[in-house]
């Protein structure tokens, strides 16, 4: 069966420290992978994908998401965090063969401390 | 540019009460369109799915349906609510070519059910 996972229910990090925040993910042949980002009371908003090349993908507000095939992972990263980072995180793998329905991982609340 | 909308922002009905949400898309022609629902702030459970007008398919048992009665509109309904249809409802659509079926959210519905 298809699935995500994201091991960590909440993520606590300085302002200006780096941040990652983690998942994990089970399906059968290549998957296509995404972060979403969500604000309190607000929809989902598209933060990056990977569907094939680099294993390193830039997405928008300066993150990035690192591929990894082997340890089936795709942790979402950012350099240095900002106090307006703070948000819950959700991890998606899209399955083509499957009328390309999205799995979602449970969310990370990700907390910036100035 | 592609825009979607959902109303109402926020809605309390009785148990009992019927639901009807609304769900548009804008910029762009035959989507595939998501019913989403989140319960305490986390994880996504998707409730319906459509491919084109008139097709909808049902992801889990319940009391909810949905329809599609044009191309880029999605309505989201009940008979008799319960308790349990309380939560945040979310729209997303998402289009076959050249974007590898990236899913777009609208900004939700947030139901309580009294």
């Known amino acids: 069966a298809q699935s995500v996972a994201q091991p960590e229910d909440q993520v606590n990090v300085a302002e200006g420290n780096p941040l990652t925040v983690k998942c994990t993910y089970s399906?059968?042949?290549?998957?296509?992978l995404f972060w979403y980002v969500q604000y309190p009371n607000r929809g989902l908003q598209f933060l990056l994908k990977y569907i094939t090349g680099d294993n390193l993908v830039k997405g928008s507000y300066g993150f990035e998401a690192e591929f990894n095939k082997s340890q089936t992972s795709f942790h979402l990263k950012k350099p240095s965090a900002l106090v307006s980072d703070s948000a819950l995180y959700f991890c998606?793998?899209?399955?083509?063969?499957?009328?390309?329905?999205?799995?979602f991982g449970s969310g990370t609340k990700l907390n910036v401390k100035p | 540019s592609q825009t979607i909308h959902q109303w109402p922002a926020t809605l309390v009905q009785p148990v009992g009460s019927p639901l009807s949400l609304e769900c548009t898309v804008e910029g762009t022609s035959n989507p595939n369109l998501y019913w989403y629902r989140q319960a305490a702030g986390r994880g996504l459970q998707l409730l319906f799915y459509s491919v084109g007008i008139g097709q909808i398919s049902s992801e889990v048992p319940q009391n909810l349906s949905a329809s599609r009665p044009q191309d880029r509109q999605f309505i989201l309904s009940s008979k008799k609510l319960l308790l349990s249809d309380s939560g945040f409802y979310l729209c997303?659509?998402?289009?076959?070519?050249?974007?590898?079926?990236?899913?777009?959210f609208g900004p939700g519905t947030r139901l309580l059910v009294l």
């Open positions: 997303a659509w998402s289009v076959l070519a050249g974007d590898f079926e990236t899913q777009y």
């Open positions: 998606a793998v899209r399955v083509p063969w499957n009328f390309n329905k999205f799995y």
């Open positions: 399906v059968s042949g290549n998957p296509y």
